[in-house]
């Protein structure tokens, strides 16, 4: 495994606005980590600094979403 497909598979399992915000980044390889705390705005960590990904709000669904798919 490298550092680019590990990435590649974490972005997989998120919901797709935020699979279409960091597939599109112009500092995805920089990324740190992703941080998606139920009823806050996702953020993303980058060497940069903090970036938030949407205006939208991580709500029950998106968690479940995720988590269905890394349980298969």
Do not use: C
């Not at 490298?2 to 390889?29: A, C, M, R, V, Y």
């Not at 060497?47 to 298969?72: A, F, N």
């Amino acid at each position: 495994m490298t550092i680019n497909s590990d990435l590649e598979k974490l972005i997989e399992n998120l919901p797709l606005f935020l699979q279409e915000q960091l597939n599109s980044h112009s500092q995805k390889d920089q990324l740190i980590e992703i941080v998606l705390d139920l009823g806050r705005r996702p953020e993303a960590r980058f060497i940069t600094g903090p970036e938030y990904l949407s205006q939208k709000i991580i709500s029950w669904q998106d968690i479940d979403y995720m988590t269905k798919r890394i349980s298969k």
